[in-house]
């Protein structure tokens, strides 16, 4: 901390301004993760949403063959999207911090804009950017590439295009700050020593971002685990992610201790590769 | 290498813009068709999203939620990103990386635990469930604007105000707050843009009851397109880059970001 | 190895101009500082040499060969940056082997290359080690080390003492001196500090205000300043406005003095007399000359080896350096011998 007089409180005055950040974020987070970890060991019933119990069968379900395909598919899908992404984003982040400040910043706000889109918003251009109608398809048949417009979604690869494109701004913003300290003087020096810019940057630059780079594919990989309504518009049911039947469990079919359950699963494995970033992001000061 | 590398960066940029190029000239449409290129160029769709109660009351709606959701994240993370700078309390930094927590987990879980929380609370469905829901959720923004701000403040400036005689709450008032309001705008934008497209907190705690714009939306991806789907996208995009754009133009995006200071 | 060549160089960045028309022919082997004030261009002049920037306009030659032709990795030059540019993921003796690495040449080789410049640098032993377990000192030696290990034809260092604390800056600019004189390589130095440069440097190249102010000998400079810009940067000087009598005297501050003009300058012109603070006698009675000013002492600065007085004469305030015992307030006289004025236009 940078404060000069930072140190233990000599009166009650801080604990007082803190008694209103306490109250909100325990009511409004943490309580509700201690209600859902409740509710992932209760009963339903068909009438009311649920019943307090302590029984196990929310986690059997959770664990039977159907979820566990679910959850295989929505980790396989977060592993490539993010491994894409991270194959992009990372040469583009170099160059784009590689610019001159003043040029930096038309490109930041076009990539905070569209990281701040709507899932929902980035979802319904991909499937127009994708359609027979109003899709890349014309431009190509415009172009003699194509014989006739056809559309590509739904489909594994129009889903897998659009989670990379939604999670692409967050991978450059994320990987930015260490690509942009990256002292350019290190690249030079290589220049000077006889490595071409392809060399450098990858005996240069390349280990001396390891760990970033794997920060940033965490990130990514969660981030997709909790996409939502791309699969639900350009994927097929078979692609659906996890926080789709959570939902779908919650509110459709009214098996909130189920969805309770899932999501408690999802908890785990997000904390955990979270905290991994955080363990990450220490060791390399 | 020069040519190649212009030609990734471009490629790159072309594939972020190429899906807004799209939905631009679908909302250009004259007939009710999603054509690109457009046939024929109006901008009816854009009158009728603020003409047709359907469309606009559902933005109003969005944008009171985005608007009390962000000055009540801010209310939020101002005194205890204070307090966590200024003093060594285990607490503060307790509730600090609770309130940093939101953005590390997928957000169906944040939105069933609310989900959890109003049914318990029985107030499910209300209006103000998804104002509460979404300051929880989006706190993470200022608090981490406003602490890279405190962070970069002078250690010195400080100490050169005690000097000459100011006390805590002067300080505060007179170094601190005007240093750090820049950041505070900045973490309020970025709170007030990210609730204004939430969709799937909004749609798990009043989803039936309180239709913000993201759920109009989906619910006509679902039953039925409209060109004003479109106009209202880029209405969005646009507001998110004006906002946004104004911190680039006035403030310093690229430090805001994370890049070091030093460099030019 | 031929001379280094910069023919009518120019460098803009957008809007600022870096570097103004530059030409200078640098001679081999020789140690040659660039000494100027910070912005005035040193940095940008030295990466146009090694290839890290572009010029807006002109050419750089390396005897026949066009340097400003060849891409910067292609170039052997030898640089050490400012913040020294070590690579942190590699150890002390990978960094050093860096460039032989990149060329293909094998590990025992290499290693072996990488132990002899340790010794070089007085560091032997330390290939082990990692980058963030040296000193300042240690870095400099290494940077300088990774930069020679490809024996360049030309060795750059752009500020490279000042991260060091002043002692150890004085030691290794002796050091540095003695090594090119061992390697007989061309070496350029840019520094902002004209004692460092007093120090080492065979050839001074001042510059200022994005230009080449003058290039010679260290105490060509020194004596021999060229213009108000040099005479102002290198030392301290005073400036005394004169005015030209005739082809042999100026007067200046109400007196007379016999001094060998240029011929460019005519009778009537303003010009300025420099003269060195050591180079002013101080009298505390009037002493039997013909040319002489009287003062008053406003000011006086003991440092224990030298005493600064500085003395009024008609409202222009000049310096002087010597030992003497006056006080406040005094009546003094100043005089000098013309030989060491040097005369600058206004
Ligand atoms: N990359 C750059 N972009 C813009 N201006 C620059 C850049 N590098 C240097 N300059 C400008 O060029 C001038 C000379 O800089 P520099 O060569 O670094 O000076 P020195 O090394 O003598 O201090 C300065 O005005 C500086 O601001
Ligand atoms: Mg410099």
Redesign the pocket.
Same mark, same amino acid.
């Given at each position: 901390m940078n404060h000069p007089s930072y140190g233990k409180p000599k009166n009650r005055w801080p604990y007082f301004l803190l008694t209103y950040p306490a109250i909100m974020i325990l009511l409004l987070f943490f309580v509700p993760l201690c209600i859902m970890f409740a509710l992932s060991f209760f009963k339903r019933i068909q009438s009311a949403f649920f019943e307090p119990a302590f029984v196990f069968e929310n986690y059997v379900r959770a664990f039977s063959t159907f979820f566990l395909q679910r959850i295989g598919v929505s980790l396989w899908v977060a592993a490539v999207a993010a491994f894409i992404c991270l194959l992009i984003a990372f040469p583009f982040t170099f160059f784009l911090s590689r610019l001159?400040r003043s040029r930096q910043v038309p490109y930041l706000v076009l990539l905070i804009s569209i990281l701040s889109l709507s899932e929902v918003i980035i979802a319904f251009s991909w499937s127009l950017l994708l359609s027979k109608t109003s899709g890349i398809s014309n431009l190509l048949v415009a172009l003699k590439l194509l014989d006739a417009p056809v559309s590509w979604a739904p489909g594994f690869v129009a889903m897998l295009s659009a989670l990379v494109y939604i999670s692409l701004p967050l991978a450059i913003i994320v990987l930015y700050p260490s690509l942009s300290r990256l002292d350019v003087s290190l690249t030079e020096a290589a220049t000077t020593l006889g490595a071409s810019p392809i060399v450098s940057f990858f005996n240069v630059v390349l280990p001396n971002v390891r760990q970033a780079l794997l920060t940033t594919f965490i990130l990514v990989f969660i981030f997709v685990l909790g996409s939502y309504l791309i699969p639900q518009v350009l994927g097929r049911p078979e692609h659906w992610t996890l926080p789709v039947h959570i939902t779908d469990q919650a509110l459709l079919k009214s098996n909130m201790p189920l969805a309770a359950a899932l999501a408690m699963l999802l908890l785990i494995a997000s904390a955990g590769l979270s905290l991994l970033t955080l363990r990450l992001g220490r060791s390399q000061l | 290498m020069m040519i190649l590398k212009r030609f990734f960066f471009s490629l790159v940029v072309l594939y972020l813009v190429a899906p807004l190029v799209i939905i631009t000239g679908v909302s250009l449409n004259a007939q009710k068709r999603l054509f690109f290129p457009p046939q024929g160029l109006s901008l009816r769709w854009y009158f009728e999203f603020f003409s047709q109660a359907e469309w606009y009351l559902p933005a109003l709606r969005s944008l009171s939620i985005a608007g009390l959701a962000a000055l009540i994240a801010m209310s939020i993370a101002l005194p205890l990103a204070y307090t966590v700078w200024r003093y060594d309390i285990k607490l503060a930094r307790m509730l600090y990386f609770l309130g940093l927590a939101p953005f590390a987990l997928p957000p169906v879980i944040t939105a069933l635990g609310a989900l959890a929380l109003w049914i318990v609370l029985q107030s499910f469905g209300k209006p103000y469930t998804v104002v509460l829901s979404h300051a929880a959720f989006l706190v993470t923004l200022p608090l981490a604007t406003i602490s890279l701000g405190l962070q970069s403040m002078n250690a010195e400036s400080i100490e050169a105000a005690t000097t000459l005689g100011a006390d805590n709450s002067t300080v505060f008032r007179t170094i601190v707050f005007p240093y750090i309001r820049p950041y505070m705008m900045a973490g309020f934008v970025f709170a007030f843009v990210l609730s204004l497209n939430e969709y799937i907190i909004a749609f798990m705690v009043a989803g039936f009851t309180v239709e913000t714009l993201p759920i109009k939306i989906f619910n006509s991806l679902r039953y039925g397109y409209t060109p004003v789907m479109a106009s209202v996208s880029v209405i969005f995009f646009l507001l998110a880059t004006l906002l946004f754009g104004l911190i680039g133009k006035f403030g310093d995006l690229p430090k805001l970001l994370g890049a070091d200071s030093s460099s030019? | 190895m031929p001379n280094l060549i910069i023919q009518a160089i120019s460098k803009r960045?957008?809007q600022?101009v870096?570097l103004e028309d530059v030409s200078l022919t640098l001679p081999e082997a020789k140690l040659i500082c660039f000494l100027?004030p910070?912005?005035?261009?040193? =940095? =940008?002049l030295l990466r146009l040499i090694a290839g890290l920037e572009q010029a807006s306009s002109g050419k750089i030659f390396l005897g026949e060969t066009e340097l400003s032709a060849i891409a910067a990795h292609k170039r052997n030059i030898g640089m050490v940056f400012q913040s020294f540019a070590l690579f942190p993921h590699l150890n002390v003796a990978n960094n050093i082997a860096y460039g032989l690495k990149i060329r293909g040449v094998d590990k025992l080789t290499r290693l072996k290359r990488a132990e002899e410049l340790l010794e070089l640098v007085q560091l032997s032993g330390l290939g082990k080690r990692h980058i963030s377990q040296l000193s300042g000192g240690q870095r400099q030696r290494i940077a300088m080390a990774r930069a020679l290990a490809l024996e360049p034809d030309l060795f750059l260092l752009d500020e490279p003492l000042s991260a060091l604390d002043a002692k150890l800056r004085e030691a290794m600019q002796v050091e540095l001196k003695l090594l090119q004189q061992r390697l007989g390589i061309t070496t350029i130095v840019?520094t902002h500090d004209q004692q460092e440069a007093m120090t080492m440097a065979d050839v001074i190249v001042v510059m200022g205000e994005?230009r080449v102010q003058q290039i010679g000998a260290p105490l060509e400079i020194y004596h021999k300043p060229k213009n108000r810009f040099v005479a102002d940067f290198i030392g301290s000087n005073n400036f005394i406005p004169a005015l030209v009598k005739d082809t042999q005297s100026v007067s200046a501050l109400g007196s007379i003095f016999e001094i060998a003009l240029p011929k460019s300058l005519k009778v009537g012109a303003q010009v300025a007399l420099s003269i060195r603070p050591e180079k002013l006698q101080l009298y505390s009675s009037e002493p039997p000359k013909s040319s002489k000013l009287a003062g008053t002492i406003k000011f006086i600065r003991d440092l224990g080896s030298t005493v600064e007085t500085f003395v009024e004469v008609a409202g222009h305030e000049l310096s002087v350096k010597g030992i003497q015992h006056l006080a406040t307030g005094d009546k003094v006289w100043l005089s000098f011998d013309p030989a060491d004025a040097v005369i600058l236009e206004v």
């Open positions: 001159r | 030019d | 960045f957008g600022t870096a100027g910070s912005g005035c261009g040193k =940095t =940008t840019v994005n």
